[in-house]
């Protein structure tokens, strides 16, 4: 039961759409000193990779605390396409 | 389409599905738009739903709704230190007529939608709302892609953080008025549930965990029993655990693990995680002209600290505001005025008294102490109680020995508690 973050989306059932419908303004992570976005996602989505932010929208339980948390407004949140995104088969 | 709706309901939750039966029974021409490809399909919840505004609106609907299991078991365990307590509450007239029931909302928010569209109402699943018709400043349709559809009134049930209500500027949502949820269904065999919680036939139970769970964060932990699964979770303000610099995920994960967990999911398989975020103490205006909202898009949900609720209050308001509806239809006024007739109703009804009875509950609840000193101080008078090593103590000493140096502030969150919830 003690299941990392990438095995638990491999549990959640995905629509993916190749619209990004998350667009993070990398520009302003670079400015930002906290980078709370690294623990806030529950869905972990949100890497530092070289000293960067970097975003994948695949696998966003679509909650949208980003939008709500990130410190510098640099998140635009949609949600995905109709039909498309996660599925809860439970929920 | 180009057909114009008597109201377009925008989310085929509990609140747009209330809103929607309520409406098409009455005879009016409605269309629900959902962005899931099926109702439920973006929704989540702790897992109990409180029975009397559903049972108001489709009395015994637990006889064909896809319900799980009636709760007659409430639990609490406070944890603290490498010990914790648990009170244990049964009582069999929370059985019939039910008080409240474990459900799960992908089945059970298409049975409800099912049911509006049963008494006649329109359901398109797969559409997103991207924007709203205006009319010289009054919302008059919705715009999903490059179709138009126009209606006399929008109501807007499109969930926690809505969207709808941010466009129409009805709310501003602040990270400190949310908090995060985070779940996963654990399956396990009918019987070993029975067994591990205690409970016979239909009877279910409600876990809630205080104290080393969050790691001194607001919030909780939760159990849930569903027929042949159970819903396992955590809750926590969203602003204060960016503050304690912990991944979100890592708290279900380790949530696993506390002993008073392990030992009820042990041998069970996850089947799905997922997370949503709960508008625990937030609000919005209720309408504008053309357009309602309800449900958690008006942040609609109250946690006393004893019961958490949202989906009552989300279909009681549905109600409300499909009578609304009907009134500004009879008046022929669909403006700001024509529809105030809705607060009006939440006020007269428990939606609005409860979210002013309990006012101040999300402020009490933010309070850390309740999640560290409190939980801890009594397993620590529990332990000094039990702990037999030499001379004992009597009761009262062991308390005042324990509280030491902490009444006041004990005394001020006591008075504290009283206010809030």
Redesign the interface.
């Known amino acids: 039961?003690?299941?990392?973050?990438e095995e638990?989306?491999g549990?959640?059932s995905f629509?993916v759409d190749k619209e990004r419908h998350i667009k993070v303004n990398t520009d302003l992570c670079s400015e930002c000193d906290?980078k709370?976005c690294?623990?806030?996602?529950?869905?972990?989505r949100f890497t530092l990779e070289n000293g960067k932010i970097k975003h994948d929208h695949e696998g966003c339980?679509?909650?949208?605390?980003c939008?709500?948390?990130c410190p510098k407004g640099a998140v635009d949140f949609?949600?995905?396409?109709?039909?498309y995104?996660?599925?809860?088969?439970?929920? | 389409m180009s057909e114009k709706f008597d109201a377009i309901i925008v989310g085929a939750g509990p609140a747009g599905s209330a809103a929607a039966y309520s409406l098409a029974k009455m005879g009016f021409n409605v269309l629900i738009v959902e962005r899931g490809k099926y109702p439920g399909a973006k929704n989540v919840m702790g897992g109990r739903m409180y029975a009397y505004a559903l049972d108001r609106l489709i009395p015994e609907f637990w006889k064909e709704a896809p319900v799980e299991r009636k709760v007659t078991h409430e639990r609490l365990t406070l944890q603290g230190g490498k010990a914790s307590l648990t009170l244990d509450f049964m009582d069999e007239e929370l059985l019939e007529p039910p008080n409240s029931f474990t459900i799960l909302r992908a089945e059970f928010d298409q049975w409800f939608a099912g049911k509006a569209v049963e008494a006649g109402a329109a359901l398109v699943p797969g559409i997103r709302v991207d924007d709203l018709i205006r009319e010289n400043s009054r919302i008059t349709g919705i715009v999903a892609g490059t179709d138009k559809i126009e209606a006399n009134v929008v109501i807007a049930s499109d969930g926690a953080a809505s969207l709808l209500a941010e466009k129409a500027g009805l709310r501003k949502s602040d990270v400190k008025q949310f908090a995060l949820g985070m779940k996963e269904i654990i399956e396990l065999p009918q019987k070993t549930i029975e067994e591990r919680f205690n409970l016979a036939g239909t009877e279910g139970a409600a876990q809630l965990f205080v104290g080393r769970c969050t790691k001194g964060i607001p919030g909780g932990g939760f159990i849930y029993t569903n027929t042949s699964s159970l819903s396992v979770g955590i809750v926590v303000y969203i602003d204060r655990l960016i503050g304690k610099k912990i991944e979100a995920h890592e708290i279900i994960r380790e949530f696993n693990t506390n002993p008073e967990v392990a030992k009820l999911i042990e041998g069970g398989k996850i089947l799905e995680y997922s997370a949503h975020v709960i508008p625990e103490a937030s609000g919005s205006e209720l309408f504008t002209d053309g357009m309602l909202i309800a449900g958690d898009a008006a942040g609609l949900v109250v946690n006393s600290g004893v019961t958490l609720r949202g989906m009552d209050m989300a279909i009681a308001s549905g109600v409300a505001a499909a009578k609304a509806v009907k009134n500004a239809f009879e008046k022929n006024d669909f403006s700001k005025k024509g529809l105030s007739y809705y607060e009006e109703l939440l006020k007269r009804d428990f939606v609005l008294q409860d979210k002013e009875t309990f006012k101040r509950a999300p402020e009490f609840l933010q309070n850390e102490r309740l999640y560290t000193l409190y939980p801890e101080f009594v397993c620590r008078l529990f332990h000094r109680l039990t702990l037999v090593n030499g001379p004992k103590k009597k009761v009262f000493d062991e308390l005042l020995e324990e509280t030491k140096g902490k009444r006041t502030q004990m005394f001020l969150d006591m008075l504290r508690a009283l206010r809030a919830v």
């Open positions: 039961m003690n299941i990392s973050i638990r989306l549990l959640v629509e906290e709370t690294l623990y806030f996602c529950p869905a972990k339980l679509e909650c949208r605390t939008k709500l948390a949609n949600y995905p396409r109709g039909g995104g996660v599925y809860y088969k439970y929920g």
